[in-house]
């Protein structure tokens, strides 16, 4: 009998982590399962980010969205910009997620660069009929160095993460929001280019 047991346990030892892994699986963003190997290259030819799924396991996430939100009007209101939407005008929004090693670091990662990032926002803003880019945080720490330059304000109510930035995706996202319920982003980090795509892309709503 104690023989027994040992083998036993020495079987749970040996093939635990194995059990252990063969549970953990990998899902496209649809919840659908899909191997290992598909999955890492996603990651690494495709615009996706990797995510833990709440289940062991781990979930690719598109970092382009695209969709359709019910009540568009709510995110106006919260930001202060409700007679933007009555007007018809798109809502730009820059959202920081918090310090991270990405938007901590690099030659670009500074107030005046920013600046200059900011006055050409306003000029598509202007041009496809936007808010001013309206700069959003979850977590302020790092931005002690825009102070003066860039006005940054709490995501109130944490409307924008619940719907957009639901992970913590690195240096910072995008999206931009038409009136009609339509949007575009980009999640983590993206060309400031790519801002001027989606407000062309949703002006044509």
């Known amino acids: ?26 899902k496209d963003e649809l919840g659908r399962e899909i191997s290992r190997d598909f999955f890492e290259q996603q990651i690494l030819e495709g615009p996706y980010f990797g995510i833990p799924d709440g289940e062991g396991g781990k979930m690719l996430v598109h970092r382009m969205p695209v969709g359709l939100v019910d009540d568009p009007r709510i995110f106006f209101e919260k930001t202060g910009q ?4 009555q007007e018809g005008k798109m809502l730009l929004v820059i959202y920081y997620p918090g310090k991270d090693e990405c938007n901590s670091s690099g030659l670009g ?7 200059k990032e900011h006055e050409t926002l306003l000029k598509w803003a202007n041009k ?13 720490s790092g931005l002690e160095k825009y102070q003066g330059y860039i006005p940054w304000r709490e995501d109130p109510d944490d409307i924008f993460r619940n719907q957009f930035f639901k992970y913590p995706y690195p240096c910072g996202s995008f999206v931009v929001l038409h ?19 989606a407000l062309k892309k949703l002006a044509k709503n």
């Open 128 to 140: 496809y009929e936007a808010t001013e880019p309206i700069y959003i945080y979850l977590e302020p």
């Open 109 to 115: 990662n500074n107030a005046s660069s920013f600046q």
């Open 82 to 85: 409700l007679k933007a939407f």
């Open 179 to 197: 009136p009609s319920g339509s949007f575009r982003g980009i999640l983590g980090g993206y060309p400031l280019s790519q801002i001027n795509v």
């Open 1 to 26: 009998m104690i023989s027994f047991l040992k083998i036993c346990c020495f079987f749970v030892f040996l093939f635990g982590p194995v059990f252990s892994v063969a549970q953990t699986g990998y």
